[in-house]
């Protein structure tokens, strides 16, 4: 019973978005101004000229942010380090190139544990434990690409991959280890980078009501140091449908005005095919296609927010991509700049 009204009142909410200017064409819809990368282990096989090839592909679409997701992956480092003892796989280092020589914001993540939602799902003594041992991870990381990027232009900020659902941390108890978390590591992330900010990603399930959620992160960002809250339209995983995507967004937005934050949303370009949710194989995704796109586009448009960001070009949306990729990268360039 309580889900199902929980149902009716998001589709009420729905309508909302409907009594607001429908914008239809491409000229009048916000355009990628960022999107993420993921550093994996085939990128060590690139060589200079094709992560400039990149990177001057994503400029010619408008785009002067990427969001690294991870420096550290697992116990592995995408650069050579003193700390993590796991030979390099991935090019931060030459990533940290391409983004000065196109002039554009680098905002490095730190590290991603493959097992954070089975550990936070422990008891909350247990997840307090793993927040401390991931702030010191996640700070050691932080010193060596701090120092890597050093008198780069393009070092623009940290991004804490950690990821905040609408679920894991609606408990008090749990909220708090989550809250001491955050502050602990933002406040060590802003002592070695002053004027730097750090940001960090959610999503929502439609789990929490849209005023829940707009309360639990207004809380957040009022309590910890975090500067920037990127937010998922979950579209791509098939978390929200189009027409809810934007009332979750819009709550965040207006959690991140009420406390003097950025916002910015995140619209994922691709179509999940298979892993959790619908097989029991290894995560797989093709390129949306440009209507869906316009479409999540359209409904970002609606809400303030402080760019957009795309989850993510360099698989679904460049000439590097692959045949659907590039298919998608043309598609979008004729339609928003020509």
Partial sequence: MENTLRRIIVALLCLVPL????????????????TFLQ?????TAWDQARWETLFAAMRAIGVTEVVVQ???????????STY????????????LQA????????????????????????????????????????LEAAREVTALAKGNPAFAGFYIPQEIDDRSWLDPERKKVLHEFLTNLAEGLHALAPGKPVALSGFSNAFA??????????QLLDETGIDRVLFQDGIGVAKLRPSEAGIFLEAVSQAAQAAGRTFTPIVEIFTQVD?????????????????????????????????????????Y????????????????QKAFFH
């Fill in 99 to 138: 983004a000065q020589a196109q002039g554009m914001r680098l905002v490095l993540g730190l590290v991603h544990d493959p097992e954070y939602w089975a550990k936070i799902k422990r008891d909350p003594k247990l997840v307090r434990v793993y927040c401390r041992w991931l702030r010191i991870q996640s």
């Fill in 317 to 332: 949306c460049s000439p590097l991509g692959g045949p659907q990729a590039a298919a998608l990268y043309a598609a979008y």
């Fill in 275 to 315: 892993g959790i949710s619908i097989n029991d194989k290894p995560f797989r995704a093709e390129p949306a296609s440009l209507e869906r796109l316009t479409r999540q586009l359209r409904v970002v448009g609606g809400i303030p927010h402080s760019g957009v960001l795309a989850f993510s070009l360099p698989e």
């Fill in 70 to 80: 991870w420096s550290v992956n697992g116990d592995t480092p995408t650069y050579a």
């Fill in 19 to 34: 009594l607001r200017p429908i914008m239809t064409d491409a000229a009048e819809l916000p355009r990628f101004t960022g």
């Fill in 209 to 218: 009501e849209p005023a829940v959620l707009r309360q639990f992160w207004q």
């Fill in 39 to 43: 550093l994996l282990a085939d990128h």
């Fill in 84 to 95: 993590f003892k796991v030979a390099p796989q991935g090019a931060l280092p030459v990533v």
